[in-house]
């Protein structure tokens, strides 16, 4: 029964990967849907977040701030959103944040280019403050709003802007695939704390890196040698977070949930760990060496993700239909 559901999935492979390209299976992430009405992938967040903090959260997620295009668009993700979320307002991807009175979409396009049906009396920047747009299900007309107030979103992707990753196996072409260790990689050098990096690296399908080998520190070492050089600044703090830490009541952990001293890799730094309470978050030193680090201290980080070739791209829209 397994080894023919793993058959089924080559062949599935063979027939539509391999043969044609990702664009031809429909397939963003296991967490947005595709919609054949505007020929892109939705995700509803249903977290709600200030505009700034949507915007960002989609572009993490490798997606942009949805805002409708057309009225066939609006159309279309209106009618996904009603469906599967009761709220009634969301923010779009449209703000006049850059120059008041002039509404551009988060790729800059003027709005009077895309859907510009505006609720009556609208905009009118109600004690001067309203500076972002927010879309109402019922009437499918905009408003301007402030920036700092919460709101659902949706992310878009569009299915012409996907690029596969074909050896990670995942929309990101960022990830450097390693032969050795089967695993794929990212070093960020946008300096971010520990919690932040978690999510960032969370957000685009990874986890923060976790040293199961010797290999696996050498090869992170070297991953961050070029840009070492090339940014010594004193904001990398002499380090990169990595996934552990020691924020619960069981000691030092890996973001993969087992022990630190589980995970193959155990090599402090000199005295390290010395940080006591102050320092409850890992990194390492750029010579490979674990150490703690305060969880607030801003770091270049290294994201990891685990090739798995029987999800991701096939399972759930081949599986049900193929294996019996
Ligand atoms: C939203 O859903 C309700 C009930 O499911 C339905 O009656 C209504 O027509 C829908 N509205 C739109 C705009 O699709
Ligand atoms: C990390 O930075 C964010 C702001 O980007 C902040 O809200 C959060 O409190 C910080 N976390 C820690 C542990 O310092």
Redesign the pocket.
């Known amino acids: 029964m397994y080894s023919k559901t793993i058959l089924s999935f080559l062949i599935v492979c063979f027939l539509s990967d391999c043969t044609y390209g990702q664009r031809d299976k429909k397939f963003f992430r296991k967490d947005y849907t595709y919609l054949e009405g505007s020929e892109s992938f939705y995700k509803v967040h249903t977290l709600h977040k200030t505009w700034t903090e949507a915007k960002k959260t989609c572009k993490m997620e490798g997606a942009t701030l949805y805002y409708p295009e057309n009225e066939l668009e609006a159309n279309t993700v209106l009618s996904f959103w009603n469906s599967t979320q009761p709220f009634l307002y969301i923010y779009i991807g449209i703000s006049d944040l850059v120059a008041k009175g002039v509404f551009e979409t988060v790729d800059g396009l003027p709005i009077s280019d895309v859907y510009n049906k505006w609720g009556p009396g609208e905009p009118n920047d109600a004690g001067g403050t309203e500076d972002c747009v927010v879309l109402t299900k019922d009437s499918g007309h905009l408003n301007d709003d402030s920036c700092y107030k919460k709101f659902p979103f949706i992310c878009k992707k569009t299915l012409v802007s996907l690029e596969w990753n074909e050896q990670c196996n995942m929309p990101n072409k960022n990830y450097i695939f390693n032969q050795q260790l089967g695993r794929c990689y990212q070093l960020h050098t946008k300096p971010l ?4 990096a978690h999510a960032a690296c969370h957000a685009e399908q990874g986890y923060l890196a976790v040293i199961n080998s010797q290999e696996e520190a050498d090869y992170l070492v070297q991953l961050t040698q070029t840009p070492v050089k090339k940014v010594s600044g004193n904001f990398m703090r002499g380090a990169v977070h990595l996934g552990f830490h020691n924020r619960g009541d069981d000691g030092w952990q890996t973001v993969r949930g087992s022990a630190l001293e589980d995970s193959g890799y155990t090599f402090w730094g000199n005295n390290q760990p010395d940080g006591d309470d102050k320092e409850k978050c890992g990194s390492m030193f750029y010579n490979g060496h674990l150490n703690d680090i305060s ?2 201290t801003r770091c270049f980080y290294i994201c990891e993700h685990e090739v798995d070739t029987l999800s991701n791209s096939f399972d759930d829209r081949f599986g049900s239909l193929i294996v019996h």
């Open positions: 704390n520990w919690t932040d969880c607030s």
